[in-house]
């Protein structure tokens, strides 16, 4: 996993509040390495992984083939529907919908798909999502601004190290965790990693 402390703060929230994971939806996939340890963990989880980068794409699609529980989706979550610019860089990693977080990377700009979470027919009927995981480089209040009814059944929403006002997120939920420097030092500390 790409984030070794918030995955034990992941695990431990359910464990402390008897969740057994039903629904995990990650944005900004990567190769799906943490999906698929998801998934280890909790197999009877379905795992929808979303990921753009055509690079990665053909990884997670290598990495999930023995896991039918994952769910890869090709497309860019955002807060529209249609197409967008996005910015591909060597590192496919900091690959972003936001251009100032990655400007140094030198990155290319190409057209992409893009959809709200909201829209995305593959969720419309679930009636809790347990995780919503987002490593989506700065563009975390994008996402969140198209995902309003995902965030109403969404029981925990983990982004990775990225700054944002929830007040300005319609329909929020009360349990986000952004594991930023501070946070992952206090739970460094608190949990003696």
Not at 32 to 57: M, R
Not at 155 to 163: H, K, V, Y
Not at 167 to 175: E, L, N
Request: with cysteine; aromatic share 8%; charged share 25%.
């Amino acid at each position: 996993m790409r984030y070794p402390i918030t995955k034990t703060f992941i695990i431990e929230y359910f464990k402390t509040h008897h969740i057994e994971p039903k629904v995990i939806i990650e944005i900004g996939a990567g190769d799906c390495t943490d999906s698929t340890q998801f998934s280890d963990i909790w197999p009877d989880c379905k795992i929808y992984a979303f990921e753009i980068v055509p690079e990665l794409v053909n990884i997670s699609k290598e990495n999930i083939k023995d896991y039918p529980n994952i769910k890869l989706i090709e497309t860019v979550i955002s807060d529209c529907d249609g197409e967008i610019d996005f910015y591909q860089t060597g590192n496919f990693y900091s690959s972003s919908i936001i251009l100032k977080h990655i400007q140094s990377h030198h990155p290319k700009t190409v057209l992409r798909k893009s959809m709200k979470l909201d829209s995305c027919e593959d969720i419309k009927d679930i009636k809790t999502v347990d995780l919503l995981w987002l490593c989506v480089q700065g563009a975390d209040d994008i996402v969140l601004k198209g995902a309003t009814q995902t965030l109403q059944k969404t029981t925990l929403i983990i982004n990775q190290g990225a700054s944002y006002s929830t007040h300005d997120i319609p329909g929020f939920m009360p349990c986000v965790h952004n594991i930023g420097s501070e946070q992952r030092q206090a739970f460094i500390k608190k949990e003696n990693i």
